[in-house]
């Protein structure tokens, strides 16, 4: 049986990996820790790196900071 889809809206992007990382991301996704798939692993990793470069306001772009600000 097919697993519903995603109820959270987002845009597919399309990313090179080193085959390494592909085979890391394989392995985490069969214990279906971080998402059921190489790609919502991947997913996962990719929104919690940019989560983390947020959150760190010595690292956020100007643009964003501005946002912030007002």
């Given at each position: ?21 592909v ?48």
């Amino acid at each position: 049986m097919a697993r519903p889809k995603s109820s959270s809206p987002g845009i597919k992007v399309e990313v090179t990996l080193a085959q390494q990382s592909v085979d890391m991301l394989k392995e985490l996704a069969t214990h279906g820790i971080y998402g059921r798939s190489p790609a919502e692993v991947g997913g996962r990793f990719i929104e919690q790196a940019l989560q983390q470069f947020v959150d760190a306001p010595k690292l956020l772009p100007a643009t964003v900071r501005s946002a912030q600000q007002g």
